[in-house]
């Protein structure tokens, strides 16, 4: 792929070789690898703002954000300063510290219905141990999930996921026995009748129904109005947890996540929340938390048996606090401008061109959609046109524009995004259209 603007990427391309020869398709973690849009992924060395740089000194806009975490923007000096500050206290104790205590009152302060919280190291890890949690809790065995949904990679959960099983249009995995997958039930997204109608079924058998807040990992779907608030009341009728996954979107669309655009106003709250992303900051940490009652059943208040050698890690905890308290109302209130401004540009330009597209939004998240009619669910999520999003993907990188490597996944815009920001995006954004329309008109899958 020649870039127009920019040196041949040949530092990249060396060092993707050497990653292959020692790491399962050059990557550690699948979407990386840039199957979906073709091309040697960039290797990154620096970020700063909004901006990142690879291992050949090329500059791009950053809408990947680390995929979540780099909320603040890349580098941010109070996040950086703290981080170090904790670092050279020491790496890793195996002890309570101080600031895994303030990160969970920030977390607390800002969604009062998680009573009690409890660190862990990645998304997975939260979803893994909220479903065994539930499963303890209400001595039941059955989980609800949603098809296009993404929990991470836990046995149970990888079932009709989202993200990079989206991406590479995998069903679910080999390795997960059909004993780990068959207490899972698989329900198209946005469907009240067809849940309701399963609980009216088999309501006594389900510990849990797990979803995200909004769904961002097959692509941008919002839920439609009153859905998370049927699932919520659904639990609580026949005695399920309502675990909400706000991996992605907590402290990201708003100080309370999703919840705090959704339940806040409707009156309703899950049982049990994930969060991961942004509340690391960009270092491996993430939570679960909830109801006192639920949360006391771990261990060691409780027989639910959850641990980790690094959780509430020093360096990640301060991390995620420096995060936490960067994030004002001002921050929300910049992302959600300019979030939009970058969304009327996209899809503006690609009218322009006649490009089939529809952008998608959950608060400040949005991804676009190449194909004509909106979407509610993976089965309509899955007919989009990805080779017309690697055309897209490929011009705008030529430009210096770093979006998300698949039509799948969510743009993460940030508090360092700026107006000149928008002027490189609107920049790129023409002849990125054209090259889309070029790819429609050539006819696809
Ligand atoms: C990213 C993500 C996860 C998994 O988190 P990891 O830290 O990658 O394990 C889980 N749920 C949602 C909604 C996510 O977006």
Sequence with gaps: MADSHNPAPVVSAALFERARRVTPGGVNSPVRAWAAVGGSPRFIISGRGAQVTDADGIEYLDFVGAWGPAILGHANPDVVSRVQA?????????????????????????????ERLRLVNSGTEATMSAIRLARGFTGRSKIVKFAGCYHGHADNLLVAAGSGAATFGLPGSDGV??????????????????????FANQGDQIAGVITEAAAANMGVVPPLPGFNAHLASLCREHGALFILDEVMTGFRVSRAGWWGLEGLREGWAPDLYAFGKVIGGGLPLAAFGGRADVMDRLAPTGPVYQAGTLSGNPVAAACGLATLHGCDNAVYTGIDR?????????????????????LQRAGSLFSVFFRADGVIDYDQAR????DVFAAFFQAMLAAGVMLPPSAFEAWFVSAAHDESSLDKLAEALPAAARAAAKAQDAGGR
């Design 86 to 114: 904790a670092a050279g206290r020491g790496m890793a104790f195996g002890a309570p510290c101080p600031d895994e205590v303030g990160l969970a009152e920030e977390i607390i302060r800002r969604v009062p219905a998680v």
């Design 177 to 198: 026995t059909a004993g780990a997958a068959s207490d899972t039930i698989v329900l198209p997204y946005n469907n009240r009748e067809v849940v309701a109608a399963v």
């Design 338 to 358: 300019i979030s939009r401004s970058v969304g009327e540009l996209v899809s503006g330009a690609l009218t322009a061109q006649g490009v089939s597209h529809v």
């Design 383 to 386: 007919l989009q046109r990805t």
